[in-house]
């Protein structure tokens, strides 16, 4: 079976906003390089049009380039493994692979196995999202993963005592992978599933939710957020800067959410919202 590739050359900090982007483009598996990171999707099952309104969209980051060839599949946990570090956060949660050996206990250990999700811990939004988890009240909450990736966020959740995590993704992958880790770390009570909050039905509001996607889908997806929120329930949002805050708590405040705390990492934001 062959894969289209294609390469992106561009600073860190936006990968994870570039991949997001090109994922809803078609392509489905991720590898960060050097340089940035390579895009995957089988054959040719991906919307060239929309690569070229992403390169035309950022084409005032430097650097930034796209190019595109053909290559044959690979085993790409294997090629992820060989520079995958555990992740610490507040030096009370270990983020690591199944073969790293850590001697240091930690209050919170989460197992994961990413093969073609986000969601490893390592970029500065999930770390910034796992920080403020532990200054919100999990215990008996029912809680939203919204674009769940590697679930790691619902994992997190469980792990402090939620009642419930209920996890969706627009990602087939992140369905099955999601699963899986949630197995590997003996956590119960997530449910996966594949779509967007717009398509898939839920039984009940929720006391708590989690989104680390990206600006636009949150402002897009923000009302939505809002009609699942109990009253003096809280949202957390991450997958944006520092500089876009005002954008997004404007947005909030329409739907009666307001702020409680936010965490900010390399220029990279967090924050926590309140429902009145």
């Not at 991906?46 to 930034?64: C, G, M, N, R, T």
């Not at 966020?153 to 969706?168: E, H, Q, R």
Request: charged share 25%.
């Amino acid at each position: 079976m062959f894969y289209i590739r294609l390469q992106v050359v561009c600073d860190t900090e936006f990968s994870e906003i570039l991949m997001a982007e090109i994922a809803e483009a078609g392509f489905d598996t991720f590898l960060e390089t050097e340089k940035g990171f390579e895009a995957y999707a089988e054959n040719e099952k991906f919307d060239a049009s929309a690569v070229h309104h992403i390169q035309e969209k950022y084409k005032h980051i430097s650097p930034l380039s796209f190019s595109q060839d053909r290559i044959q599949k690979q085993n790409w946990n294997e090629e992820w493994e060989k520079n995958v570090e555990p992740i610490f956060v507040e030096d009370k949660i270990l983020v690591r692979a199944a073969f790293h050996k850590i001697e240091k206990k930690f209050p919170y250990e989460i197992i994961i196995t990413p093969k073609m999700s986000f969601g490893t811990g390592h970029h500065q939004t999930t770390q910034l999202m796992l920080k403020s988890q532990l200054s919100v009240d999990h215990k008996n909450k029912n809680v939203m993963d919204a674009g769940c990736g590697t679930a790691i966020l619902s994992i997190m959740a469980i792990k402090l005592n939620a009642k419930f995590v209920d996890a969706f993704d627009i990602d087939e992958w992140s369905v099955t992978n999601g699963n899986e880790n949630a197995q590997i770390n003996k956590c119960e009570n997530i449910r996966i599933r594949q779509g967007k909050i717009s398509e898939l039905p839920f039984e009940t509001d929720f006391d708590l939710i989690l989104a680390n996607i990206n600006k636009n889908i949150l402002l897009q997806e923000m009302e939505q957020y809002a009609s699942y929120l109990k009253s003096g329930g809280c949202l957390l949002l991450s997958g944006f800067y520092e500089n876009d805050i005002a954008d997004l708590k404007n947005k909030a405040e329409k739907y009666q959410m307001s702020e409680i705390g936010r965490n900010s990492y390399e220029s990279w934001a967090c924050l926590t919202l309140q429902k009145k």
